[in-house]
Every structure is written in C-alpha cells, then in structure tokens.
C-alpha cells in the first residue's frame, strides 16, 4: 500500500467494521435458517427451496437461529452503543429530510447521484441504514413474541397475536433481504465502498 494511501482519512473505524461484517454473518444465517423454520409450518401459501434454507429440518434450524440471534442482539447493542457515544449515529444519519430523500431518488433513478465522498451518505443512504436498524429492531421484537409467546404474552398482543407476529417477523424479514439485494448491487456499482468497509479508507 502507497504512504499516500496510509494517509487517507479513516471512514468506518475498526469498531464499525467489525460490527458490520458480524451483523452481516448473523442476518444471513438467520435468514437461511428462518426459511427452514418457515417451512416447517408455512403462513402463506408457499414454501422456500430448501437448497436456499439451513439446518437440514426444523430443530437444526432453530438451534442456528437461535445461535445467530444472540450474536445479533449483542452485536447489534455493541453497534448501536458505539454508534450513540461517539456521535456517528446523528452525524451520519441526520438530519433526513423527505424532500432530500425524493431529490436524492430521482437523481438515482436517473443515474445521476453521486458517491464521490464515502465519508457522506445521501439522503436515500441515511434513509435505507434509518429503516434497516429499524427493521433489525422489530425483527428481535416480533421474533421475541413468536419465541416467548406464553411468557410475553403483552408483547404477544402488541403484535396482534401470535400469528399475526409470524407475518410481521416474515414482512420484515423481507425488507431486510430486499435491503442487501439491493445493497450488494450498489457495492457491486461503487467497489470503493466495499474496500472502504474492509480497511476502513
């Protein structure tokens, strides 16, 4: 690497990083294993592939699940803490404004927003990170009342009962994976982001 490389500004600190590539483990292998375990008892009238689930039947499904869950609330309050006490959260995040967000839009659809500074995000950027925290969050909740439905039973009718808390976990489920579809393809349009994501410029 050049010295003129190694001066670069830091963009995601070591903290950010890591949090970010555990996250990332922790979603995908609940998602995968959260497919198998829809599929034991299905609440729509599909079932996913099982070439694209994990655990092989329900009880190696539940124990991935679980596994990742934890790592995820953890993780995810590590993130959140950090996030908060160094100030990142508001500074990268805020102010969102719903006409910036419309302005930023158009400019995607039409190929014409930029990524010059990756220490920036645009208004669509803070929006999609905003709603995805916000989607993890009520997927720990809705998984919560699905989970400990008798022992929470508040939480359970919070959620509209406990069926109804399945097609929440399952909605949200899907936002988050129409979230790193669409992530992975913007990543796939800006490498600089990906190499600023593993080495933190």
């Given amino acids: 690497?050049?010295?003129?490389?190694?001066?670069?500004?830091?963009?995601?600190?070591?903290?950010?990083?890591?949090?970010?590539?555990?996250?990332?483990?922790?979603?995908?292998?609940?998602?995968?294993?959260?497919?198998?375990?829809?599929?034991?008892?299905?609440?729509?009238?599909?079932?996913?592939?099982?070439?694209?689930?994990?655990?092989?039947?329900?009880?190696?499904?539940?124990?991935?699940?679980?596994?990742?869950?934890?790592?995820?609330?953890?993780?995810?309050?590590?993130?959140?803490?950090?996030?908060?006490?160094?100030?990142?959260?508001?500074?990268?995040?805020?102010?969102?404004?719903?006409?910036?967000?419309?302005?930023?839009?158009?400019?995607?659809?039409r190929g014409k927003l930029q990524h010059d500074a990756l220490d920036h995000y645009n208004a669509v950027q803070k929006l999609a990170y905003v709603s995805v925290i916000l989607d993890l969050i009520l997927l720990v909740i809705s998984g919560l009342a699905i989970w400990k439905s008798v022992q929470l039973p508040l939480l359970r009718e919070l959620m509209g009962g406990y069926d109804n808390a399945r097609i929440v976990h399952f909605c949200a489920m899907s936002f988050l994976v129409a979230f790193i579809v669409v992530h992975i393809i913007m990543v796939a349009l800006v490498p600089r982001t990906l190499l600023a994501m593993l080495r933190g410029r």
Avoid: C
Wanted: net charge positive.
């Fill in 1 to 109: 690497m050049s010295s003129s490389a190694l001066k670069k500004p830091v963009i995601h600190p070591i903290w950010l990083r890591i949090t970010h590539w555990l996250n990332a483990f922790a979603v995908i292998i609940m998602i995968l294993s959260g497919w198998r375990i829809y599929n034991a008892s299905p609440i729509f009238p599909f079932r996913i592939p099982s070439e694209w689930t994990l655990g092989g039947w329900l009880g190696g499904a539940l124990q991935w699940h679980f596994a990742a869950m934890w790592l995820l609330l953890l993780n995810g309050l590590v993130y959140l803490l950090f996030n908060t006490a160094s100030g990142r959260l508001w500074k990268k995040f805020f102010p969102l404004r719903p006409s910036e967000v419309i302005q930023d839009l158009f400019k995607a659809l």
